[in-house]
């Protein structure tokens, strides 16, 4: 669905979904065919596409907005959180009823340009990454735009929200994604060598035929065997800084600081 919601509510039920593949592997209690099943069901999803396609359908939603309140202007209490028994005031209704035509086609074409030059470069689909820093960038672009408003932009600061929570959320499901994968071939690894590897690099093509990359800079993901026999596997997190696999809590240490750290796929010590 071209709905940005729809896919956030996917992205929620991914990540209970991944909660009984990660202590199933941490248990190592799925057998290899079982796990080659998993990888090619995860295989299928692509949440670096889905963001285009949730933008693209943002902004149509957005566009129909516009021409929805210069049709109806009587409707507008509606639009902001109000209903058709409370009518908006004279004053307002004239305001917007007088507004000529070509403001709210301005507001249309800065708004498509918007997305074309912000929010959908963010997600680069070909080279498989994702740039917080772009996000940043498109926060501060809307902040200036909303400013000081002019015609041409006296809608945006209804069109255009911050949407830079939820492009961390496609990214953080899409590396979750590729971790879990990664972590699928690791085990059928054991499962055929007795031990997991030395790089991730031993994996292709027998367990995966390509090793997902951090989605996060475009640099291999982190990988090392620990002494207990287990390994750690991370992205550089949405920092974009390599803190050595570290997590970082916040509420009482009993959720993850997507913001601050590593994503780490790592089973707890024995």
């Not at 009587?74 to 507004?99: A, N």
């Not at 006296?154 to 899409?174: E, G, I, M, N, T």
Request: net charge negative.
């Amino acid at each position: 669905e071209p709905f940005l919601i729809s896919h956030l509510v996917r992205i929620a039920m991914l990540q209970i979904t991944l909660q009984p593949v990660y202590e199933g592997l941490a248990e190592h209690q799925w057998s290899d065919a079982q796990l080659a099943e998993l990888d090619s069901e995860m295989a299928k999803l692509d949440f670096l596409t889905d963001y285009q396609l949730a933008m693209r359908g943002e902004r149509g939603c957005q566009i129909s907005a516009v021409e929805f309140i210069q049709r109806n202007p009587r409707r507008l209490s509606e639009i902001w959180g109000g209903s058709d028994q409370t009518p908006l005031g004279l004053l307002p209704l004239l305001l917007y009823s007088s507004i000529p035509s070509g403001w709210f086609y301005q507001n249309e074409l800065r708004v498509c340009r918007f997305y074309e030059t912000q929010y959908l470069p963010i997600v680069d689909e070909t080279n498989r990454t994702v740039s917080p820093s772009a996000v940043r960038a498109a926060d501060y672009a809307i902040r200036r735009e909303t400013r000081h408003l002019t015609p041409e932009t006296f809608l945006f600061p209804w069109l255009l929200p911050d949407l830079s929570a939820a492009v961390k959320k496609f990214a953080y499901a899409q590396e979750s994604v590729d971790l879990a994968r990664v972590a699928i071939a690791l085990e059928r690894y054991r499962l055929a060598m007795g031990m997991y590897p030395e790089s991730l690099d031993a994996l292709s093509p027998r367990f995966m035929d390509e090793i997902p990359h951090d989605i996060i800079g475009g640099e291999p993901l982190h990988y090392e065997r620990t002494n207990d026999g287990q390994f750690i596997l991370y992205s550089v997190g949405w920092n974009g800084r390599d803190d050595g696999g570290v997590v970082v809590y916040r509420k009482g240490g009993k959720v993850v600081d997507t913001d601050q750290g590593d994503w780490v796929w790592r089973y707890p010590a024995k």
